[in-house]
């Protein structure tokens, strides 16, 4: 398994509540070891657990805390550089002052990942400089939303579970009692009456069985119908994003060859969407896409990128 080194800005994100994102993104693929930067009164606020589990920078107060803590994080990461430790280098910070350092990572043939938490910081530039990026406070949220979802589901099993051991009870009392009165019953019935009573016995608990069946059963139907309703739902909007991805694209196209231009390079045509302020980035999911794999997702039918990287018409 490959190594790597993850440089925490603690001053600038609160790395605590990421711990366990960190965790499942990169520790399947990675011996990790986690260096944390951080000034002295956040260390005094900082969780014992974390303290013990990684390394700790302390970087003394200066003029510019700010600047201390980045350059402390740009000596120790070219240390690491040198030392050739590390495989991989990830950056947790929503500064753009590592951008140089990511080039000097990357230009040693080592992978560099951005890890930032303010969307609204981010430039898309920063896709094409680092090998990755994740938005932490948005897989946060996802991983919120799907605790929700399985708490909800806990408690629907619960609640059958419940409702399953209220009529188990119920058929184990009605017997009790059945059995109580048939006692009764064959001390003075006949044989034939004792084995009516049986017979009834039986059928009565299978008919009690049979309901309970049919009641899951039901329970069972109504929720894959409401999921299914979900998932239809769900395509209908990306099939609308993905038709608007392609209204966007489509036009200029059109006026491109309409010109009688048979081809255009994918790098002639990203200008031009740059100068639509079409987003490129992203997919109809919201998440990074390269560039050229956009084009081949959205673009209609009716052009094509051949291996020269130029479009042309079908």
Known sequence: ????????????????????????????????????????????????????KNNIFLCSPAKNKKNSIDC????????????????????????????PLAKRIKSENKKCFLCYDNEHNFNSYLNDIYDNTYNLSHLLKLE??????????????????????????????????????????????????????????????????????????????????????INRINEIKIERLSQNKKNQLSPILAEIFNNDIDHISINQFQKKLDKKNINYKKDVYGNNIKYKKYLETYMPNIYIIKKDDNIYLK
């Open 144 to 229: 919120n939303d799907k605790k929700i979802y399985n708490d909800k589901n806990k408690e629907r099993l619960d609640k059958e579970r419940l409702d399953k051991e209220i009529l188990d009870k119920e058929l184990l009392e009605k017997e009790r009692l059945d059995k109580e009165q048939l006692e009764l019953i064959e001390k003075k019935a006949s044989r034939k009456q004792r084995k009516e009573l049986r017979k009834k016995e039986k059928e009565e608990k299978e008919r009690l069985e049979i309901e309970l069946k049919l009641k899951i059963q039901k329970d069972k139907e109504e929720k894959e119908k409401k999921q299914q309703e």
């Open 1 to 52: 398994m490959k190594n790597c080194v993850v440089y925490i800005d603690y001053d600038n994100i609160k790395y605590s509540k990421y711990d366990k994102i960190m965790s499942s993104l990169f520790e399947s693929s990675y011996n990790i070891n986690i260096k944390i930067f951080i000034n002295e009164n956040d260390l005094n606020n900082l969780d014992p657990i974390i303290k013990i």
């Open 72 to 99: 402390h994080i740009m000596i120790e990461c070219m240390d690491d550089i040198y030392s050739n430790k590390y495989d991989c280098h990830i950056i947790i910070s929503n500064d753009t002052d590592f951008i």
